[in-house]
């Protein structure tokens, strides 16, 4: 894991514009898809993480905890550049450690199919397909709270 990355959430209206910037620049973009398409209903109740590297946004994902208590992770991306030095594994970690926090009895997401490998090592198992969404194929992973994703 990387020591030098600073993780928390957005606090201003620059940190949010950087914020879904990135969000649109890394997962939506790359689509064709539209700006506006990097946000959801969910944004102003869920947990945001931004990660900082010295000085730059370097990578972003979201948690949203639903009236069942289920906290999905959303949005998850790091710049290419900062791909496997465990920056998104803090990420999931932090977004984790705030869903607990806030009382989320089960967590899940929807995998690209890509990514899944990566969940698998923060502790999360497959337990469906999912839908595909935006026309890439995604499976339900959910999180295995004895899997011990900080050790």
């Known amino acids: 894991m990387n020591t030098d990355v600073l993780l928390r959430s957005?606090?201003?209206?620059?940190?949010?514009?950087?914020?879904?910037?990135l969000r649109w620049e890394l997962l939506r973009q790359p689509l064709s898809l539209p700006r506006g398409s990097e946000q959801d209903q969910y944004?102003?109740?869920?947990?945001?993480?931004?990660?900082?590297?010295?000085?730059?946004?370097?990578?972003?994902?979201?948690?949203h905890i639903d009236a069942r208590q289920y906290a999905q992770i959303r949005y998850m991306a790091v710049r290419p550049l900062q791909q496997n030095s465990g920056i998104g594994r803090s990420i999931v970690d932090y977004l984790i450690t705030q869903a607990?926090?806030?009382?989320?009895?089960?967590?899940?997401?929807?995998?690209?199919?890509?990514?899944?490998?990566f969940y698998h090592h923060c502790g999360f198992r497959v337990v469906a397909q999912a839908h595909t969404d935006i026309a890439i194929p995604h499976v339900r992973m959910q999180y295995n709270f004895d899997s011990h994703c900080w050790a």
């Open 10 to 21: 957005p606090h201003s209206q620059e940190d949010y514009s950087a914020y879904y910037s």
């Open 100 to 117: 607990q926090q806030a009382g989320a009895l089960h967590i899940w997401c929807n995998a690209r199919e890509s990514a899944k490998d």
């Open 43 to 63: 944004e102003q109740q869920a947990i945001h993480c931004m990660a900082i590297l010295n000085d730059s946004l370097v990578g972003v994902g979201r948690v």
